[in-house]
């Protein structure tokens, strides 16, 4: 019977410890969601920074370590898109994208902040970490057989030649790609349980083809050949604008020397896990 006795005092202690430590995890993790614009930079907007911004959103947990440091993990979806670029006008390309991003990055906190206590209420902080994206450009065009027009999927079609033997050389990219978040933000917590923050965050990317974009035109009557009039419609959509023109195997249709980006412009709301599930806790500890 002693033994029995043991066994559960000890089971007890082991549960006073871990609802103890599940308290301390609670008071230290706030989930919530974000809602802004996600835009594009990359060949088909001059890599401007300030491109078509489109709504994105998200969800997010964050585990606060201490004061000024947290990690948080991101789940965000977005439509990023481009197209005709001024100084290259007659290349009348276009495209759009839905962008999936899943993120894990840590937060330095400029100020002392602190969910538990009134005397840190606000922060500027920086991030950075490491994430994955999905990714498919589109084009809507019309089929000059059919004369059906449709969005049509880029990658397939291997518009720079990739898979054809056209450009031998040439493989057909990914649409999973690995990224670089970094930014800056600004958070306040008007109570110990919800937390609002403001961030402007880029993704650096190692794909050049988030827009279907990279490097130089093939033979269109070729490319048509091996791969289909709508393949070869798509790759070279200068003669929309100047009727009977075509762009010379060898000659530029993006910068490859650049990798396309992506960023996010938010507002997040986040609520203490302590607030949602902490009751659960004390009840257990009040029945005890």
């Avoid at 902040?113 to 500027?124: A, E, I, L, Q």
């Avoid at 937390?195 to 009557?221: A, C, H, M, P, Q």
């Avoid at 709301?269 to 302590?274: E, I």
Wanted: glycine fraction near 10%; proline fraction near 4%; include cysteine.
């Amino acid at each position: 019977m002693s033994k029995v006795k043991t066994h559960i005092a000890f089971l007890f202690l082991l549960l006073a410890a871990l609802s103890a430590r599940a308290q301390m995890w609670l008071g230290k993790s706030d989930i919530g969601f974000t809602i802004g614009g996600m835009n594009y930079i990359g060949d088909l907007n001059n890599q401007s920074m300030f491109g078509t911004v489109n709504l994105a959103y998200g969800g997010m947990y964050r585990l606060n370590f201490d004061e000024r440091w947290s990690m948080r993990i991101d789940i965000d979806y977005g439509h990023v898109e481009g197209g005709n670029p001024d100084y290259i006008a007659r290349r009348n390309l276009s495209f759009h994208s839905y962008i999936f991003e899943g993120a894990l990055r840590a937060e330095f906190n400029f100020f002392p902040f602190s969910m538990r206590d009134d005397h840190y209420v606000w922060t500027p902080y920086i991030f950075a970490g490491l994430g994955f994206f999905a990714y498919n450009p589109k084009a809507y065009f019309t089929d000059p057989l059919s004369g059906e027009s449709d969005w049509y999927e880029l990658q397939p079609l291997g518009t720079e030649g990739q898979g054809s033997p056209v450009a031998p050389d040439r493989t057909p990219y990914t649409l999973k790609q690995l990224a670089m978040p970094f930014g800056i933000g600004f958070k306040y917590h008007p109570s110990k349980s919800f937390t609002l923050s403001v961030e402007y965050g880029f993704r650096k990317t190692w794909t050049d083809y988030i827009d279907d974009v990279s490097t130089t035109y093939v033979d269109n009557e070729q490319l048509a050949y091996y791969m289909g009039e709508i393949t070869a419609g798509l790759a070279d959509r200068s003669s929309e604008v100047e009727p009977g023109y075509v762009n010379a195997a060898g000659m530029k249709r993006g910068d490859d020397s650049l990798d396309d980006w992506f960023a996010y412009f938010n507002v997040s709301f986040t609520v203490s896990l302590d607030f949602i599930f902490g009751w659960m806790l004390k009840k257990k500890c009040d029945n005890k």
